[in-house]
Structures are given as structure tokens and as C-alpha cells.
């Protein structure tokens, strides 16, 4: 499902990583609706050759195959918490440290509206995830 939402979100369509995907998602389509798969992959294989010429089935095809590098992140979206409650979402480097991650949450426009004017106490960072302000009225 989230292959199918992402590949309708896309908007380049005529990409090859957006036919990788949609071919992709048609095997792994093919165990559940085999005869639709069929069809669709061959609709693939004509809109790719421009003819409809006729390839080999979806069921012959091997297995869409886990590439492991390509599901590390470069960026996360770190959730902002003001005593507790969530202010909203920045992003920063998936790599950051824990110190790292308290400044770049400090000096975000987010963080500067609700802690402006007050005394932040203490500030928890869990990395990866968010970063909580505790304030105290100045």
C-alpha cells in the first residue's frame, strides 16, 4: 500500500524509478489477482515497446529483490514537543547526534515561537524522534 500511495503521489511519471516501481508493484500484485496482473503487465510491456507486443508472463518474472541500501534515510522529520505537547515537525540529517539535534530544534522558527520569553528548564532529546522542551515563564 505504501508503494501504491507513493507511485500515486509521484509526479514524474514518465521516470525510470516510477516504472521500476510500477512494475514492481504489479508482481507483487500478481499472487493476489493473477489475472489482472497478467493483463497489466502486458499492458506495461505494449506501453514500453509502443506495440503490445506480447512478453513473457508476470508469473515467469523473479521476484522484486530487497535492496537494503536504498531504505536508509539521508533526513527524518523530528517531531518539536513544547511541555509535552506536539508544536509541529523540522527536518534535519537522519546522522545527528543528540547535541546536534537539540540545536537544530533550538533555533527552528518552531521551537523560537513557543520558547521565546521563557526560561527552557530542561530538554530532552530521543534521537530519531523528537526533541521536548520543558519551559518555565520567565
Known amino acids: 500500500m505504501k508503494l501504491s500511495n507513493a507511485l500515486t503521489d509521484a509526479t514524474c511519471t514518465d521516470s525510470p524509478v516510477y516504472h521500476e516501481g510500477i512494475t514492481t ?14 493483463e497489466l503487465w502486458h499492458g506495461l510491456a505494449g506501453q514500453q515497446s509502443g506495440q503490445g507486443e506480447q512478453t513473457a508472463s508476470i508469473h ?16 527524518i522529520n523530528l517531531v518539536i514537543q513544547i511541555m509535552g505537547k506536539t508544536r ?29 520569553g521563557k526560561t527552557v528548564k530542561k530538554i530532552i ?14
Open 25 to 38: 508493484l504489479v508482481k507483487l500484485l500478481a499472487p493476489f489477482a493473477p489475472h489482472m496482473a497478467e
Open 60 to 75: 515467469t518474472q523473479p521476484w522484486p529483490v530487497l535492496d537494503e541500501s536504498a531504505l536508509v534515510a539521508d533526513e
Open 88 to 116: 509541529g515537525t523540522i527536518t534535519v540529517p537522519a546522522d545527528s547526534d543528540k547535541a546536534a539535534l537539540e540545536q537544530y530544534a533550538r533555533e527552528s522558527e518552531l521551537a523560537q515561537r513557543y520558547i521565546a
Open 125 to 138: 532529546v530521543v534521537p530519531g524522534k523528537l526533541v521536548n522542551f520543558v519551559v518555565v515563564p520567565a
